[in-house]
């Protein structure tokens, strides 16, 4: 991850103390992002600061250091995220805007710098929901096999095979699309 | 940011790869690559109730909501303690004051004591009084004339039936009241013709006289009839 949480932040987070709650914050909350608009989430500020004020006053009774906090964490945004699908089942569908549909197109600049970015999300909304799951919180969410197998109340064995499984279908998409990173 | 991950990010996926079996696939580790890169954003501007959670000082919004809760209901204590200083300053400072709340005082416990006595006896007396009221209403009832000779009525009605039983059941008979009046002579027929002459109902005392100057007269002439044509 590009920032490590220092021990005497995850000290005086664990503490309830608000410097290290902000230090919190600003090194898990890219990840919780980037978990979430991996997953296609609408609004995935919203949905990252619902986690945050749901986590921060709890990190008191956290266990288990980096690897604890980031679990708990991450549970926490895989239930919103339950939560979230669960609500858009049952509210009306809302039909993006698809600027390919448009007839005024252009090309964006921020598809231009970010090309690959928007290509993996929409690559990645192929694979099966569970595989998907896994690769983001692996990869994304940077957590271990054992970790993942917490959130998602699986056996490690069971998230390896999701991993592996997740791993060929996403190259073979990847090889489909002819994919070429920027 | 760059979509393509370097250094230990690097080192990762292609550890991951080599767990897979699928490690030298250039084109999967740069979708893995793009994919780490999601995380890679600067953290979102915290909205107002994370931005209150990451203030310095604030634990806890809950804490925060609590205590100005308890703030409230300090500052009604305070309120509620200083009016009853100033109210006893006041009190303590001026006579008159002190004399007309105890003027009130009294004026307020003295009639309360009196008020619940005379509701009950109202409603202890109410039986005994209600005859009597109705006793005088009764009298000046059957006509706005009698309302005066109500009084000499039972003086004067008794001498003239004869009867100085009841007073009280005459008095309505005088009257003329059409309800009362056949209650009265429903138990005496005999004073009733004296009725019909002082009140305008003379077909009520007539039904009670006619059974019995009838019945008497049957087992009377009959027998008379009987013996005669025998």
């Known amino acids: ?182 | 940011m760059s979509a393509t991950p370097t250094g230990p990010e690097n080192r990762e996926i292609q550890a991951l790869l080599r767990d897979a079996g699928l490690d030298g696939d250039a084109d999967l580790a740069a979708a893995l690559g793009g994919m780490r890169a999601l995380a890679l954003d600067t953290p979102p501007a915290p909205r107002a109730d994370l931005a209150a959670l990451l203030a310095p000082g604030v634990s806890s919004l809950d804490a925060r909501r609590n205590r100005q809760r308890r703030m409230g209901a300090v500052i009604g204590a305070v309120v509620v303690g200083t009016m009853g200083l100033g109210a006893g300053a006041v009190a303590a400072s001026s006579e008159d004051f002190r004399r007309s709340v105890g003027h009130t005082v009294e004026k307020i416990f003295t009639p309360a004591p009196q008020a619940p006595v005379t509701g009950t006896d109202t409603a202890s007396t109410s039986p005994s009084n209600v005859p009597a009221m109705t006793a005088v209403p009764a009298v000046p009832s059957g006509g706005t004339a009698p309302a005066t000779p109500a009084p000499d009525s039972p003086t004067a009605v008794p001498t003239a039936p004869s009867t100085s039983a009841d007073p009280v059941r005459r008095a309505p008979a005088p009257g003329g009241k059409p309800d009362k009046a056949p209650a009265a002579p429903a138990v005496r027929p005999s004073p009733l013709p004296s009725v019909p002459a002082v009140g305008k109902a003379p077909e009520l005392p007539v039904k009670p006289s006619a059974p019995p100057s009838v019945l008497p007269t049957l087992p009377g002439s009959a027998p008379d009839q009987g013996r005669d044509k025998s």
């Open chain 1, 1 to 182: 991850m590009a920032a490590q949480l220092s021990d005497d932040e995850l000290s005086a987070a664990l503490a309830g103390d608000p410097s290290g709650f902000s230090a919190v914050y600003s090194t898990v909350s890219p990840a919780v992002l980037g978990y979430f608009r991996a997953r296609g989430v609408d609004d995935p500020e919203a949905l990252t600061q619902d986690v945050f004020v749901d986590v921060l006053p709890k990190l008191q009774g956290i266990k288990g250091g980096h690897t604890g906090l980031r679990t708990f964490i991450f549970s926490i945004a895989h239930a919103r995220l339950v939560d979230y699908r669960r609500r858009s089942s049952r509210a009306p569908q809302l039909s993006e805007y698809d600027p390919l549909q448009d007839e005024r197109y252009s090309n964006s600049a921020e598809d231009d710098v970010l090309g690959s970015l928007g290509g993996i999300s929409a690559t990645l909304s192929m694979l099966n929901d569970e595989q998907r799951e896994v690769l983001i919180l692996r990869i994304v969410a940077d957590l271990s096999v054992e970790q993942v197998a917490r959130i998602m109340n699986k056996t490690p064995g069971a998230i390896k095979q999701l991993q592996r499984r997740g791993l060929i279908a996403l190259r073979e998409l990847v090889k489909e699309k002819d994919y070429t990173p920027s």
